[in-house]
């Protein structure tokens, strides 16, 4: 198999050489006669089997076996630094043209087991449920188009307001009045008509309004607002139909997302268990039910909302495409106004009795 070398640059350095790929880190070889940076420049200018490589050395005045250079090359692959040259792009210049960005991105995750292209193919075969296309998933559509998600089912009840236009930028002042789900299908269908898009204009009041949009899905994203403990119907609907789960909001200075997945991490009704009964006459129970009665007010504003969409799109990501472990299963990442918004993780303990996923 031809191996094409990654974006990485080198430098020899008295006996060693020098090499980084990723800027956050350089990695040092020992290279006393050269062969490794011989090995790393026949790579640049071309893909490369390990017997092609020998050869191409050979006229260069090194005699090494292909034995040897293929223990070079799985040396190389152990450092990241190389991926299969065939599966580096998706072969089609337009499609290539289009993801680049996301071919770049994945390049940072691609060894000779798992391509780039592959990453990109498995977000163009993947659909996506956007419950709510509010605040939050205003900002998760168009993460998810950028990325090449192949299909969207979009659910919303509401239409657009003027009161939307701090945070919500898929909608213009011509909208006011329209059915959020269509006027957002339709800013999909213009940015790549190659996502098919679904529309459901339908309020959520339970389980069994969600029963019927799973079939095809491989990962549930959003939130509802507008009922109190959505976030329980959605997280009974997602362990049920063994769908990945990506949820979250603003509790007024904290903007919070979670993730399930179902059969491996706790899941939302867990949490709900283990928090202090609202009946409890204890001051940890009066402030639970406080909390649960305090009017609600939507302090999601613009920078926030994109900030949320985005750690909501790139977890959805990591389900999709398993180029790294979810980072939010079973737990609450808390970013905290008063902190600068830096993460906190809140694991979930999961609950061996629980109801939903026990």
């Known amino acids: 198999m031809p191996v094409a070398l990654k974006e990485c640059v080198w430098e020899p350095l008295g006996d ?42 050979a006229e260069r005045g090194i005699t090494l076996t292909e034995q040897d250079v293929q223990e070079g090359l799985d040396g190389l692959a152990s450092l990241g630094l190389l991926e299969d040259a065939g599966q580096a792009t998706l072969g089609d210049p337009a499609l290539d043209e289009r993801h680049s960005s996301n071919l770049s991105f994945f390049g940072s995750f691609a060894d000779l087991e798992r391509s780039r292209a592959e990453y990109v193919r498995r977000l163009r075969e993947s659909h996506v449920l956007v419950l709510g296309v509010g605040g939050g998933g205003s900002q998760i559509v168009p993460c998810l188009a950028g990325l090449g998600v192949g299909a969207m089912t ?32 339709e800013w999909v269908r213009e940015y790549d008509p190659d996502i098919e898009v679904r529309t459901v204009d339908r309020w959520i009041a339970g389980v069994e309004d969600l029963r019927d949009l799973t079939a095809g899905i491989d990962v549930m994203a959003g939130g509802l607002d507008g009922e109190r403990g959505s976030h329980l119907w959605l997280n009974a609907t997602a362990v049920k139909a063994g769908i990945p789960l990506v949820t979250g909001g603003m509790m007024r200075t904290q903007l919070i997302y979670c993730s399930v ?29 406080l909390v649960r009665e305090r009017p609600f007010t939507n302090a999601l504003i613009g920078p926030l909302t994109m900030q949320f969409g985005s750690l909501v799109a790139y977890e959805a990501l990591r389900y999709l495409t398993g180029f790294e472990p979810p980072r939010a299963a079973g737990a609450y990442v808390v970013l905290d106004l008063h902190t600068g918004l830096v993460p906190e993780w809140q694991p979930i303990e999961r609950d061996p009795a629980c109801p939903v996923c026990s």
């Open 154 to 185: 979009l659910v919303d009840h509401d239409v657009v307001q003027s009161r939307n236009f701090s945070r919500q930028f898929l909608y213009r002042h011509a909208d006011l009045g329209r059915s959020k789900v269509e006027r957002a299908a």
């Open 261 to 289: 997945d179902p059969g491996k991490s706790a899941c939302l009704r867990c949490h709900e268990r283990a928090l202090p009964g609202v009946g409890e006459r204890t001051t940890a129970g009066v402030a639970q039910r």
């Open 16 to 57: 060693e050489l020098v090499v980084v790929a990723d800027p956050r880190e350089s990695i040092t070889l020992a290279d006393p006669d050269g062969h490794i940076a011989a090995l790393l420049t026949e790579l640049r200018h071309a893909p490369r089997t390990a017997r092609e490589l020998a050869g191409a050395l």
